[in-house]
């Protein structure tokens, strides 16, 4: 056989000069190599090459298979939303107290038979321990349903700005037209950083202390020098640490607590962070005090939750346990306690007539126009809401856009029309829960109670003889907690809790001496 080859090689290196055979042998040459390629070789090629995109990024100076795949995906992202999608939000969805936790069967008891005394009284709530509380804060925001942004229109440029911008009633039924994405009118109108010359103006460094609140904030306020500032008691140390106290006064409230000894240098009384307020945008004291009642979530941008209290209240539980009680448990975006007596707009505005709380023409208009756009008295078929009109004085929120919304558009009534919040509450609800499934908590006005303990205006307590009557300063605080006796469970959320006994006054005399004086009788002279 070899000398066969060894024959044959001669005979092609022969003929092999000749121009023909040599284009020949080239061809077949040729051919053998392709099918060489195509028929043999083709796996291997398919294994060793990189996909089509890694080539390219690889020809582009990519080094390594790793850094090619995330450019890869980089580029991806960048071209097209809809070949990397994002991961789908997260929301807090709520929870359920386990089976035994004593808060889960918890019912009110029957207020006391107490004949003398039928106005309003707190009652008992139950609420979990601070600590569990705290442990309970969602990591992750509420759902908005209806609108997922919401900016808020400035008119620098206006030719009569005000505070709200007034804004037009074509205007006005648009904004309660709820939509994913929107812009409404929400005070402040005059500028693009609330507080920074848009009236209602704060200083900068104050400003920067409360854009650095990004948890929970607690907040009141004080205008002409009308209230005391109040201490909260019973307040966790954590709570002391992580929760911005803030009090708003004006510059005349600022210089009697300076007279008063009350405030130093530090603008601090106790918990309380003390920022003043200049170049206030109305004459009134009672709207001045809905910006900030209304319009937290614009002056604390990066805030999650607050907590707003009238001046006139003193906070006597932990904020944690507040919000873990009336919004988390819940799963609420916003709650209000129910008025302990009226639940219909329009016996409310009559009492505000009675009691004079504003020109009672301006609240016939305000009541006759809500009547056109379809309000009407509560009856049982607006069931599961339970009343009409609200006790204003505390307002517990979280910072997602609907509730936002909610309290923009509640601000834009009162600003334009009346300041008596509890006339237009109704109308701004039952609007955006017409178009939304958005539901807020209406807790008994008892259950307030419990929480926050009513004091006396300032004219009033410094008209009484010194020292004040008993029931004007003293409290008696709750006894400790209930000891949990139910077994402990593997659950999350533990099963022990605490039930809070409402606060007391001490009873006063002076209803009795006011009794005494008005049975006086008068003796006629018959000399």
Request: a positive charge; one cysteine or more; charged letters at 25%.
């Amino acid at each position: 056989m070899f000398k066969e080859k060894e024959g044959l090689f001669p005979v092609i290196h022969k003929f092999a000069p000749r121009k023909k055979v040599g284009m020949l042998l080239l061809c077949a040459v040729s051919l053998a190599v392709f099918l060489w390629v195509v028929f043999f070789d083709k796996g291997e090629a398919q294994e060793s090459n990189p996909p089509i995109g890694n080539r390219l990024f690889r020809e582009a100076g990519q080094k390594d298979n790793s850094t090619t795949i995330e450019s890869v995906e980089q580029t991806n992202a960048g071209q097209s939303a809809s070949t990397v999608k994002p991961p789908p939000p997260v929301y807090f969805k709520g929870y359920t107290l386990p089976p035994g936790n004593p808060c889960e069967s918890f019912t009110l008891p029957p207020p006391p038979a107490d004949k003398k005394r039928t106005g309003p009284r707190p009652c008992p709530v139950c609420y979990l321990p601070v600590e569990q509380a705290i442990a309970l804060m969602p990591d992750a925001p509420s759902f908005s349903p209806g609108v997922s942004n919401l900016t808020y229109i400035h008119e620098e440029n206006s030719e009569k700005p005000e505070f709200g911008g007034y804004p037009s009633l074509m205007q006005r039924n648009d904004s309660y037209d709820v939509r994913e994405s929107m812009s409404v009118h929400c005070g402040f109108v005059k500028g693009i950083r609330p507080g920074h010359q848009t009236g209602f103006d704060i200083d900068d460094s104050d400003l920067n202390e409360m854009e650095s609140c990004r948890g929970v904030v607690v907040a009141s306020a004080i205008f002409g020098a009308f209230d005391l500032v109040r201490q909260p008691k019973n307040i966790s140390e954590y709570a002391k640490k992580n929760v911005c106290f803030l009090m708003f006064v004006d510059e005349q409230t600022e210089v009697f607590l300076r007279n008063s000894s009350a405030l130093d240098g530090s603008m601090r009384i106790g918990l309380w962070k003390i920022v003043t307020v200049h170049n206030l945008p109305y004459d009134d004291p009672r709207r001045n005090g809905k910006v900030p009642k209304l319009l937290l979530h614009r002056l604390f941008p990066n805030a999650r939750y607050s907590l707003w209290i009238d001046a006139k209240l003193e906070l006597v539980v932990d904020p944690y346990q507040i919000l873990e009680r009336f919004l988390w448990r819940k799963n609420v975006s916003f709650a209000i306690s129910k008025h302990y007596r009226r639940f219909d707009v329009f016996v409310e505005a009559e009492a505000n007539k009675a009691a004079a709380k504003f020109d009672n023409a301006s609240i016939d208009f305000q009541v006759e126009f809500y009547k056109k756009e379809g309000l009407t008295p509560y009856s049982a078929a607006k069931l599961p809401i339970t009343s009409d009109v609200p006790e204003g004085c505390v307002v517990v929120r979280e910072h997602i856009p609907v509730s936002n919304l909610f309290a923009c558009l509640w601000f834009n009534e009162v600003d334009r029309f009346t300041p008596r919040d509890q006339i237009s509450f109704a109308i701004v609800r039952d609007k955006i829960m017409s178009k939304t499934n958005w539901t807020l908590n209406m807790f008994l006005d008892c259950e307030r109670r419990n929480f926050v303990v009513q004091g006396y205006h300032r004219d009033i307590l410094e008209h009484w003889s010194s020292p004040p009557p008993p029931g004007a300063t003293e409290i008696v605080h709750p006894p400790p907690p209930v000891p949990d006796e139910t077994p402990q469970t593997s659950s999350s959320i533990t099963t022990s809790s605490s039930v809070t006994e409402p606060l007391k006054k001490v009873p006063s005399k002076r209803g009795r001496d006011r009794k005494s004086k008005r049975h006086r009788k008068v003796i006629g002279n018959f000399a």
